[in-house]
C-alpha cells in the first residue's frame, strides 16, 4: 500500500471545490493530536446537501475509484457512511456524514486546519477525537481507542480545553471511559 497523500489530497481538493464542510477524523486524526499508529483507511467527516453529494460522485472516476452511488445517497438520508476505494494506492476513505447531533455540529463548527499525512487539512480538534474515541469505545468496546485517547492525553496535556470535554463526556454518558483513559496515561 503506498503513501495516503495522494489520496488524501485528491479528496480535499473535491470537497473544497464543492465547498463541502469536512474534517479529517478517526486515526489520522489521533495521530496527528496524540501517538502515531498504522491504520488502513482515512476517516473524514463531511456535511453536503444531497445536490453537492450528487456533484461529489459525479466528479470520482471510476477509472480510479471504487464508489458505491446509492450507498453513498442513502448514507446522507441515514446519516451514516460510506466508503470510497482508491484503486491505485489501495486506500480507503471512510466518509461519514455529519451526525445531527448537538456535538456533531459543534465538533465541525471547531474544526482547525493541520497537517494530515503531509497534506494540510480541516482536522477535528484534539477534545473532540478525544469524545468521538470514547463514543468509539463505548459501541465497539475497543481497546485500542482508550489508548489513542490517552496518547492525546498525554501529548496535549495542559492544552486541552478541560471544560468542553468534561461537557461533552458528562452529556454522552463517557464518563466511565474518560477515567479509564486518563488511568493509562500514567
Do not use: C
Not at 459543534?106 to 473532540?128: F, K, Q, S, Y
Amino acid at each position: 500500500m503506498t503513501s495516503p497523500a495522494a489520496t488524501l489530497e485528491w479528496l480535499t481538493t473535491l470537497l473544497d471545490q464543492l465547498a463541502i464542510p469536512y474534517m479529517v477524523v478517526g486515526s489520522f486524526a489521533s495521530s496527528a493530536h496524540g501517538v502515531p499508529r498504522t491504520t488502513h483507511d482515512i476517516d473524514v467527516v463531511v456535511d453536503p446537501t444531497m445536490t453537492q453529494l450528487v456533484a461529489f460522485l459525479a466528479a470520482v472516476d471510476p477509472e480510479r475509484f471504487y464508489v458505491d452511488v446509492d450507498v453513498a445517497r442513502d448514507a446522507l438520508l441515514r446519516r451514516s457512511m460510506f466508503n470510497i476505494i482508491d484503486m491505485t494506492s489501495g486506500w480507503k476513505l471512510d466518509l461519514v456524514i455529519r451526525k445531527a447531533t448537538p456535538h456533531g455540529v459543534a465538533e465541525l463548527g471547531r474544526r482547525t486546519i493541520g497537517t494530515v499525512a503531509g497534506v494540510r487539512a480541516p482536522l477535528a480538534t484534539a477534545e473532540d477525537v478525544i469524545i468521538a474515541k470514547l463514543l468509539w469505545a463505548r459501541d465497539s468496546g475497543s481497546e485500542r481507542q482508550l489508548a489513542d485517547v490517552a496518547g492525546i492525553v498525554v501529548a496535549k496535556g495542559l492544552s486541552l480545553d478541560r471544560p468542553y470535554l468534561e461537557r461533552w463526556i458528562s452529556e454522552l454518558g463517557l464518563d466511565t471511559l474518560w477515567h479509564r483513559a486518563q488511568a493509562a496515561t500514567g
